[in-house]
């Protein structure tokens, strides 16, 4: 019996020790760059402490699944559909504008041959091939946030 008993102490140690809130610590860094650790930094400021508590652990079945919609006939399954394919739009063209933006950002940077060297040296300007890549993915941003925008307006029309 004092075997199971300790065995049942050691678990219900290393549960609680487990189920302890941990402690995360904010810090600014000299560069203005903010951080999170769970353990002191040297040479940054301390702006504030926080306590993570764990979420509680549930004995239902399926208790963090979003909830589903009932099987809806005729006109509601209709809207259900409706709504479903805005929501895959919308994800759609939000993935569209961040890819957009990411190769605007990586555009940046002149390729090859896209800068001249002046007479004299020193100096470079750079050529019009360069400034129409920057336009093109101007342009891309453009439309891929056009499209969002019209995805949420068709959602919101089949919302009403």
Do not use: C
Not at 67 to 96: C, F, N
Not at 127 to 135: L, P, S
């Amino acid at each position: 019996m004092t075997t199971i008993k300790g065995i049942v102490a050691l678990a219900l140690a290393t549960g609680m020790a487990a189920a302890a809130a941990e402690t995360v610590y904010k810090y600014q860094r000299p560069d203005g760059k903010v951080i999170y650790s769970d353990s002191p930094v040297q040479g940054a400021k301390l702006i504030g402490q926080f306590e993570l508590v764990p979420a509680p652990v549930s004995t239902e079945p399926g208790r963090g699944e979003p909830p589903r919609r009932p099987a809806a006939t005729g006109e509601g399954a209709d809207r259900a559909a409706a709504l479903d394919a805005a929501d895959s739009r919308i994800k759609a063209a939000d993935q569209a504008l961040k890819d957009a933006l990411e190769r605007q950002q990586q555009s940046f940077e002149p390729l090859p041959g896209e800068r001249l060297g002046n007479v004299g040296g020193g100096t470079s300007r750079l050529t019009e091939a360069y400034f129409a890549r920057q336009r093109a993915a101007a342009a891309a941003v453009d439309a891929a946030r056009a499209e969002l925008d019209e995805a949420y307006r068709m959602r919101n029309q089949v919302r009403e």
